[in-house]
């Protein structure tokens, strides 16, 4: 009996320090986590317009961020989006409900901070607030809109869909009439040699210079990728020979991965949808903010 | 119990002699694995380090005080507590190296080599005995799985460390997934090669 | 045979709760599926006019996450009874996505609803086959290798490790989503993951052994001896780790855990089978032992390699 007991005390007393350095770390680390993956995301998007390693974006650029959730309420699904509104520093946000048919239902000043609208947890309560209850939100995605002097220059849209093993997450870099001007594979299993090949440069700059029009209704070819187009997409050329070819390939299909058709073709098939519907909404959306008049940093 | 054994010894000890992977054949889940570049071979044999070193000196500044029928749980507790720790150390700092290692980080918990070396050393020996014995162990592991590393990288992409050397890919094969297992499969031959042919030159001589 | 069909029917008794798409497809559509690749099948449950269900104007199809964005129809296709209407779309559907069909002015319904998506019973199955063949843990994860090779040198060793480990898997990662979901997640301690699933793997582990040791000594001591191993192999905390990531629900982890098993059973039933061979075999003596076995384990991955990609549903 006193074995047992005291067993149960040293088992105890493990589990307290154990739990105690577990703890410990959380708290020294959870900040840091964050942090760096906001520096991340950060350097993605710049690295997507064109602004890598030492080149610093000027102060003109400005970022807006929208945020998209479906909306369940008992009269049924609507489309939410969360934008900015003024001009300059945005302090305030706007929630715009939209119906299926992209008619404004409403549209509600919701009380959050810039730094809160950040996270989803703060966000997702403010919001909330803001409309009230009965209302059921679902988080879809978010969009930036980069504007430079209060010009748009490019839209950066975030796609998910399923690849060949798993889902492959990416961002996409758009110019203002849609064309592709970069992409990331964010997350991505494939197979190592074969699907994961999606990551480099050869296949994934044929994207870029992409119009709309070629985009919806890109195809895949499986042939292999001509010996100048492969130097100019991993820019071994000089710029200006490499912009040439590249100029000659612009509607050209997507080369496939050498044993990895699928994972090509379902990469080239998400992006493009992913593109086409991010276009049909910001239409909509445009309409909308133009009609109401709302002043919008974008 | 004293050891008669110098740090240094000990260490060399768990490099080359009782090498996790290529001698004692535990751990090899990561090694055929994650084990495409060396890179990946260094990340993941830091936290084995890590953890192996941790776990170690833990269980020996306290060996007096575990109660010989909770001696397992006691050894998982503080291997699970250190994994998360060196998990979420990772996953802070940095990130890129950690979503390349995916689910190994998390599944050291599980290593054979671990609780072998408590079990085995730790709950007997000194603490510095002890730290020195999980340097080494540590350094074995991560030692083995940057060859593995190199020869797959080498081979299969034709660069190290990313570096582009060959200027070609002599074979694609290698950089594949079920590779690990022939990479490994093969360079445990070569060393239990080398190891006979050193003992028939020994035997010649002497 | 017998055990399997109740089986059977038990798990599709279970899941017809988990079915809102076959059960609520309102009272005019009476059945609905995806037909060919860009294809829509809708069954009603009366006669219609043919005209009318002709029209596509009257359908509007979209899939459940994007309910914005309607797709675009090319033709609707009753059959000459009119109780059933095949719906082309201009592109391919995801038929992994749920489609929710809206039908307007017809059959005297002014507007009915119906949700078309795969069968769920289809989804679990494919979250089997993956676990079992397609995403194979020991040749295509490279889990769990060092148990692997020390038990299949011998068939009857291989099945008891086999059967003994998928018994365990199960129970363990049925327990790891319930703490998972009931008390990781809702206290917002999902860092204590690691701990609480290895704890829970001990445990189950030192249940076993001790329920089997009292009801069935006889089992124990053809099984007893690998309990010990199932401790040290990954996949027993692989399972719940994916089941953690992937977030998935109690039959999704259910059936993730039973191909692991199986799976690990398979690898190692087949690799016993070609180390008894071996051991007839002239082996060059610097491959004796662990090396052929990992020269062995490549070709079967390789073999394993050609089941990606595979769809069954």
Same mark, same amino acid.
């Given at each position: 009996?006193?074995?047992?007991?005291?067993?149960?005390?040293?088992?105890?007393? !493990?589990?307290?320090?154990?739990? #105690?350095?577990?703890?410990?770390?959380?708290?020294?680390?959870?900040?840091?986590?964050?942090?760096?993956?906001? @520096?991340?995301?950060?350097? @993605?998007?710049?690295?997507?317009?064109?602004?890598?390693?030492?080149?610093?974006? =000027?102060?003109?650029? +400005?970022?807006? @961020?929208?945020?998209?959730?479906?909306? !369940?309420? =008992?009269?049924?699904?609507?489309?939410?989006?969360? @934008?900015?509104?003024?001009?300059?520093?945005?302090?305030?946000?706007? #929630?715009?409900?939209?119906?299926?048919?992209?008619?404004?239902?409403?549209? +509600?000043?919701?009380?959050?901070?810039?730094?809160?609208?950040?996270?989803?947890?703060?966000?997702?309560?403010?919001?909330?607030?803001?409309?009230?209850?009965?209302?059921?939100?679902?988080?879809?995605?978010?969009?930036?809109?980069?504007?430079?002097?209060?010009?748009?220059?490019?839209?950066?849209?975030?796609? +998910?869909?399923?690849?060949?093993?798993? #889902?492959?997450?990416?961002?996409?870099?758009?110019?203002?009439?849609?064309?592709?001007?970069?992409?990331?594979?964010?997350?991505?299993?494939?197979?190592?040699?074969?699907?994961?090949?999606?990551?480099?440069?050869?296949?994934?700059?044929?994207?870029?210079?992409? !119009?709309?029009?070629?985009?919806?209704?890109?195809?895949?070819?499986?042939?292999?990728? =001509?010996?100048?187009?492969?130097?100019?997409?991993? !820019?071994?050329?000089?710029?200006?020979?490499?912009?040439?070819?590249?100029?000659?390939?612009?509607?050209?299909?997507?080369?496939?991965?050498?044993?990895?058709?699928?994972?090509?073709?379902?990469?080239?098939?998400?992006?493009?949808?992913?593109?086409?519907?991010?276009?049909?909404?910001?239409?909509?959306?445009?309409?909308?903010?133009?009609?109401?008049?709302?002043?919008? =940093?974008? | 119990?004293?050891?008669?054994?110098?740090?240094?010894?000990?260490?060399?000890?768990? $490099?080359?002699?009782?090498?996790?992977?290529?001698?004692?054949?535990?751990?090899? %889940?990561?090694?055929?694995?994650?084990?495409?570049?060396?890179?990946?071979?260094?990340?993941?044999?830091?936290?084995?380090?890590?953890?192996?070193?941790?776990?170690?000196?833990?269980?020996?500044?306290?060996?007096?005080?575990?109660?010989?029928?909770?001696? $397992?749980?006691?050894?998982?507790?503080?291997?699970?507590?250190?994994?998360?720790?060196?998990?979420?150390?990772?996953?802070?700092?940095?990130?890129?190296?950690?979503?390349?290692?995916?689910?190994?980080?998390?599944?050291?918990?599980?290593?054979?080599?671990?609780?072998?070396?408590?079990?085995?050393?730790? %709950?007997?020996?000194?603490?510095?005995?002890?730290?020195?014995?999980?340097?080494?162990?540590?350094?074995?592991?991560?030692?083995?799985?940057?060859?593995?590393?190199?020869?797959?990288?080498?081979?299969?992409?034709?660069?190290?460390?990313?570096?582009?050397?060959?200027?070609?890919?002599?074979?694609?094969?290698?950089?594949?997934?079920?590779?690990?297992?022939?990479?490994?499969?093969?360079?445990?031959?070569?060393?239990?090669? $080398?190891?006979?042919?050193?003992?028939?030159?020994?035997?010649?001589?002497? | 045979?017998?055990?399997?069909?109740?089986?059977?029917? /038990?798990?599709?008794?279970?899941?017809?709760?988990?079915?809102?798409?076959?059960?609520?497809? /309102?009272?005019?559509?009476?059945?609905?599926?995806?037909?060919?690749?860009?294809?829509?099948?809708?069954?009603?449950?009366?006669?219609?006019?043919?005209?009318?269900?002709?029209?596509?104007?009257?359908?509007?199809?979209?899939?459940?996450?994007?309910?914005?964005?309607?797709?675009?129809?090319?033709?609707?296709?009753?059959?000459?009874?009119?109780?059933?209407?095949?719906?082309?779309?201009?592109?391919?559907?995801?038929?992994?996505?749920?489609?929710?069909?809206?039908?307007?002015?017809?059959?005297? &319904?002014?507007?009915?609803?119906?949700?078309?998506?795969?069968?769920?019973?289809?989804?679990?199955?494919?979250?089997?086959?993956?676990?079992?063949?397609?995403?194979?843990?020991?040749?295509?994860?490279?889990?769990?290798?060092?148990?692997?090779?020390?038990?299949?040198?011998?068939?009857?060793?291989?099945?008891?490790?086999?059967?003994?480990?998928?018994?365990?898997? &199960?129970?363990?990662?049925?327990?790891?989503?319930?703490?998972?979901?009931?008390?990781?997640?809702?206290?917002?301690?999902?860092?204590?993951?690691?701990?609480?699933?290895?704890?829970? &793997?001990?445990?189950?582990?030192?249940?076993?052994? *001790?329920?089997?040791?009292?009801?069935?000594?006889?089992?124990?001591?053809?099984?007893?001896?690998?309990?010990?191993?199932?401790?040290?192999?990954? &996949?027993?905390?692989?399972?719940?780790?994916?089941?953690?990531?992937?977030?998935?629900?109690?039959?999704? *982890?259910?059936?993730?855990?039973?191909?692991?098993?199986?799976?690990?059973?398979?690898?190692?039933?087949?690799?016993?089978?070609?180390?008894?061979?071996?051991?007839?075999?002239?082996?060059?003596?610097?491959?004796?032992?662990?090396?052929?076995?990992?020269?062995?384990?490549?070709?079967?991955?390789?073999?394993?390699?050609?089941?990606?990609?595979?769809?069954?549903?």
């Amino acid at each position: 009996m006193r074995n047992i007991i005291t067993i149960i005390v040293r088992l105890t007393l !493990s589990c307290l320090i154990a739990a #105690f350095v577990i703890g410990l770390c959380f708290v020294l680390t959870s900040k840091a986590k964050k942090h760096n993956e906001h @520096v991340n995301e950060e350097k @993605v998007i710049y690295s997507l317009l064109g602004y890598k390693g030492d080149a610093h974006p =000027p102060e003109s650029l +400005k970022l807006s @961020v929208l945020y998209r959730y479906v909306v !369940s309420d =008992p009269h049924g699904k609507s489309i939410g989006y969360l @934008v900015p509104t003024g001009q300059g520093e945005t302090t305030a946000f706007s #929630f715009i409900r939209l119906d299926l048919d992209g008619n404004l239902i409403d549209q +509600k000043q919701v009380a959050v901070g810039a730094e809160d609208a950040v996270e989803q947890e703060g966000r997702d309560k403010a919001i909330q607030a803001a409309l009230g209850p009965g209302a059921e939100l679902t988080y879809a995605d978010k969009t930036i809109i980069v504007t430079e002097n209060g010009n748009r220059i490019s839209y950066l849209v975030t796609g +998910k869909f399923p690849g060949f093993k798993t #889902f492959v997450s990416v961002m996409l870099a758009l110019k203002p009439d849609f064309s592709v001007r970069g992409l990331a594979i964010l997350e991505q299993e494939e197979d190592p040699g074969l699907g994961a090949e999606i990551e480099k440069d050869y296949f994934k700059n044929q994207f870029i210079g992409k !119009s709309f029009e070629t985009l919806k209704t890109l195809d895949v070819v499986k042939e292999p990728i =001509p010996e100048e187009y492969l130097k100019a997409l991993e !820019s071994r050329l000089q710029k200006e020979e490499a912009a040439k070819i590249r100029e000659q390939f612009k509607d050209h299909a997507i080369y496939a991965l050498t044993g990895a058709t699928i994972s090509s073709r379902s990469v080239t098939n998400g992006i493009s949808g992913t593109v086409k519907k991010f276009a049909y909404r910001l239409n909509i959306l445009d309409k909308v903010i133009k009609d109401q008049k709302i002043v919008v =940093p974008f | 119990m004293a050891n008669d054994k110098t740090s240094m010894q000990l260490v060399a000890n768990g $490099i080359l002699k009782e090498n996790p992977i290529f001698r004692l054949a535990l751990s090899m %889940c990561p090694a055929v694995g994650i084990s495409t570049t060396v890179m990946n071979g260094f990340m993941l044999g830091i936290a084995v380090l890590f953890v192996q070193v941790c776990s170690s000196v833990t269980i020996s500044m306290v060996k007096n005080l575990i109660h010989p029928r909770i001696r $397992i749980p006691t050894y998982t507790l503080t291997i699970a507590t250190w994994v998360t720790v060196i998990d979420m150390v990772l996953a802070a700092y940095l990130p890129e190296a950690y979503a390349k290692m995916g689910i190994f980080v998390k599944l050291i918990v599980a290593f054979a080599i671990i609780t072998m070396r408590l079990e085995m050393f730790a %709950c007997k020996e000194p603490v510095g005995a002890s730290f020195w014995d999980g340097l080494g162990m540590g350094l074995g592991f991560m030692i083995g799985m940057m060859t593995i590393g190199l020869v797959r990288e080498l081979l299969g992409s034709g660069a190290i460390l990313g570096y582009d050397v060959l200027g070609f890919k002599p074979l694609l094969f290698f950089i594949l997934p079920c590779a690990g297992f022939f990479v490994v499969g093969l360079m445990m031959a070569f060393f239990n090669y $080398i190891e006979v042919f050193y003992k028939r030159k020994k035997g010649f001589t002497s | 045979m017998n055990l399997s069909r109740i089986r059977l029917i /038990a798990i599709v008794a279970l899941f017809c709760s988990f079915l809102p798409g076959l059960v609520h497809g /309102a009272d005019l559509i009476s059945q609905q599926s995806f037909g060919e690749k860009n294809e829509i099948v809708l069954k009603f449950a009366a006669e219609v006019d043919k005209l009318k269900a002709g029209n596509i104007n009257n359908y509007t199809v979209f899939e459940e996450q994007d309910p914005d964005i309607r797709l675009e129809l090319v033709s609707a296709t009753p059959n000459y009874a009119g109780t059933a209407v095949s719906l082309r779309f201009k592109e391919p559907l995801n038929t992994a996505h749920t489609h929710i069909v809206t039908v307007k002015n017809l059959g005297g &319904v002014e507007k009915a609803t119906a949700t078309v998506s795969q069968s769920y019973l289809g989804y679990l199955f494919s979250i089997l086959i993956s676990a079992l063949l397609i995403n194979n843990f020991v040749f295509t994860k490279y889990l769990g290798l060092c148990v692997f090779f020390g038990t299949s040198k011998r068939k009857t060793t291989a099945k008891g490790m086999g059967v003994v480990f998928t018994l365990v898997i &199960v129970a363990s990662a049925t327990m790891s989503w319930f703490f998972f979901n009931f008390i990781l997640i809702p206290y917002n301690l999902n860092f204590l993951e690691i701990v609480v699933f290895i704890g829970l &793997v001990s445990l189950t582990v030192q249940a076993v052994d *001790t329920i089997l040791r009292k009801v069935n000594p006889i089992l124990f001591n053809s099984f007893g001896v690998y309990l010990v191993l199932v401790i040290a192999n990954c &996949v027993i905390i692989a399972v719940p780790l994916m089941m953690a990531n992937n977030k998935y629900n109690f039959y999704e *982890t259910f059936m993730l855990a039973l191909g692991a098993g199986g799976g690990f059973l398979l690898a190692l039933y087949l690799m016993s089978s070609v180390s008894e061979r071996m051991q007839l075999a002239r082996i060059p003596p610097t491959f004796k032992g662990l090396p052929i076995a990992f020269i062995v384990a490549g070709q079967f991955a390789m073999a394993f390699l050609g089941f990606s990609g595979l769809k069954i549903f």
